[in-house]
Nanobody, 117 residues
């Protein structure tokens, strides 16, 4: 059973960089055909797909976030990371990592990040 755990600061100041890590247990981030995805949900709004990194390291980003988002991985630590630069209060959300070969079979519990001075 694959388990995902998001971690990172719960409060970030405007204009700073939001950095989160997704630690994977019970599976490898290099497992063929798996996409490791970051999704967020602002309070009272729907889910927003942010981007993904594939099992072989290719990255894909939402066009609306591409200019200030970076997704990377550490295969030694079996972790996937997210950075969002120059954040604003509109980036306040619950951030999830999710994975699967054909959709999102596994989800982390999510972590609330608030952008505020």
């Amino acid at each position: 059973q694959v388990q995902l755990q998001e971690s990172g600061p719960d409060l970030v100041k405007p204009s700073q960089t939001l950095s989160l890590t997704c630690t994977v247990v019970g599976g490898s981030i290099t497992t063929s055909y798996y996409y490791w995805t970051w999704i967020r949900q602002p309070t009272g709004k729907g889910l927003e797909w942010m981007g993904a990194i594939t099992y072989n390291g290719n990255t894909y980003y939402s066009p609306s976030l591409k200019s200030r988002t970076s997704i990377s991985r550490d295969t030694n630590k079996n972790q996937v990371s997210l950075q969002v630069m120059d954040v604003t209060p509109e980036d306040t959300a619950v951030y999830y990592c999710a994975t699967g070969a054909h959709g999102y079979d596994y989800w982390g519990r999510g972590t609330q990040v608030t952008v505020s001075s």
